[in-house]
Structures are given as C-alpha cells and as structure tokens.
C-alpha cells in the first residue's frame, strides 16, 4: 500500500498525501476528508495567529488540490492567506529593512502617543534582529495530521477490503 505522507513548506503550508491505483474508485471520500482537515487547520491556525488588527487572522482560507499524474492521485490540503505578510510572520524574517509607512499605520492602530517614533523604533529592531518565526500554521497542520491519517486509513481498510 503506497501512502506517501510530506509536510511541505513553500510560501503556503501544505500537506501532500499520494495514493496508488488501487483506491481510486474512493476518490470522493478522499476529497471530502482532505476538505474537512483544510477547514479544521485554518480554524486552529486562526486562533494561534498573531493580532493586532485581525486582518492576518481574517485572510487565512482552506485549500484542496487534486491532482493526477500517470498511475498516481496527489491530494493536498492546507492553509493559506494572501497578506503579503503572512510568509514573514509564519516562518520569520532575517535582518532587513520594511518599507516605514507601513508601521506608522501599525502604530497608530497600536494607540501610539507618536506613532512615527514607534515605527522608527520597530523598523530599527527589525533591520537588525528580524523577526522571529511563529509556525502558527504549521502547527495547525501538525496538530490535525494524527486525524487525517485515521481518517485515510478507515478509507484505505474499506478501499483494501473491497479489492482483496
């Protein structure tokens, strides 16, 4: 039985699983459980996600893939957002400057008495420290990868039974 299993990281937090020939004919149950496993990570990642404004929390979505090449089915499933943020608060950011209008606005959301000395103070520690990681979303996945694999495997047993 040929299940491979890889937590990938690239831009969007993804999890891969490929199937053989032989469970084909279940595809549909797959796709369902790969849906509810995107949902429950966005909800977990929400909840673990850093805030200020919300906005960040707001723009995190499920997905699913399907995909078939030759003998194979690669189903995927995670999390993602399209703040262009979000990639350097999921996994950190070495040592660089940030555009500073930017924070001013994060400031002044803040309630800062000065909001251009607070952003100045920010920009300045992020162009020396950077920032550090969160994996806010690789958690979620890491959290939820235990009920996915029970979830397969009551598919892969029904899927084995039915063949052999």
Known sequence: MAV???????????????LDRFIWDHQGAVRTVFHEYSIRTTRTAQINAPTTTGALRNSMFPFTRFKARGNKRIFQGGVASNKIYAKAMEEGMR???VPYYNLVDW???KGAENPYAMAF????RISRQGLPKRDFMKKALIRHKDWLK????????????ERY
């Open 107 to 109: 400031a002044r959301m």
């Open 150 to 161: 029970r979830k397969l495997s009551v598919i892969i047993e029904k899927a084995w039974k």
């Open 121 to 124: 103070s920010v920009k300045r």
């Open 4 to 18: 491979k299993w890889n937590l990938l990281k690239s831009g969007k937090n993804k999890i891969k699983v490929t």
């Open 95 to 97: 040592p660089a400057n």
